[in-house]
Structures are given as C-alpha cells and as structure tokens.
C-alpha cells in the first residue's frame, strides 16, 4: 500500500519561491514513476512535472525553467522546487504515483485515472 503525504504549500508573492515535499510509503516497486499535478478549482487535474526511478524528468511547457522535479530515494521524498512563481500557478498540487513508467513519460497527457496513488494536496497561493 503506497501513502503519500505532501507538506510545503504556503502563500508567496510573484516573483517568489516555494519548495512542496511529498513523503512516500510502501513498495518503492510501486513508486517508479512519481509525479506533481495541480489543479485550480472548476478545472481538470493536470500534470506538472514527473520523475522516473531511474532519475529521467518531465515537465510542462508552463513550467518549464522555473520548477524542477526530484527526489531523495534515501529519505523517500519527492520534491518540487518551485521557482519564479506567478498568480498563474495558483492550485492546490497533488503528489501522484504509479509503477508504470508511461503515466510519467506521457504527464502532459496524464489523466488522474493512469496514477494508482495519490496524496491528499497542498495549497499554493501566488499574488501579484
């Protein structure tokens, strides 16, 4: 049974910077493709950025040269360092997993239903 638990979110003005955790249980078998989603409300969850065990990363064009995924598979965590941030990346965001690498490669596409797990959401606030 993997559990995820997501920590970091917080209220930042543009231009700023925020650093979301998620920390990871279960079979790591079960964690070879991890990943951050956000989602505004009234939208559809959408993928942000993605990390495969053996280190490859995706991301959004959004957010592209701003946040980079990563992880510490010593203290099973996945990271989100969040960069330059605008209003526009106000959301709740979401740590997901799965053991198929292809939700991850595909995480521009990636629909909530291609990840088995996910965690409960922090908050992101970005004002101007």
């Known amino acids: 049974q993997v559990q995820l638990v997501e920590s970091g979110g917080g209220s930042v003005q543009s231009g700023g910077s925020l650093r979301l955790s998620c920390a990871a249980s279960?079979?790591?078998?079960?964690?070879?493709?991890m990943a951050w989603f956000r989602q505004d409300p009234g939208k559809e969850r959408g993928g942000v950025a993605a990390?495969?065990?053996?280190?490859?990363?995706y991301y959004a064009d959004s957010v592209k040269g701003r946040f980079t995924i990563s992880q510490d598979n010593a203290k099973n965590t996945l990271y989100l360092q969040m960069n330059s941030l605008k209003p526009e990346d106000t959301a709740t965001y979401y740590c997901?997993?799965?053991?198929?690498?292809?939700?991850?490669?595909?995480?521009?596409?990636?629909?909530?239903?291609?990840?088995?797990?996910w965690g409960q959401g922090t908050q992101v606030t970005v004002s101007s």
């Open positions: 997901a997993a799965d053991l198929r690498a292809f939700p991850c490669i595909g995480i521009l596409e990636a629909r909530q239903d291609d990840f088995a797990h």
């Open positions: 279960g079979p790591a078998r079960n964690r070879g493709c």
């Open positions: 990390i495969l065990a053996r280190g490859d990363t």
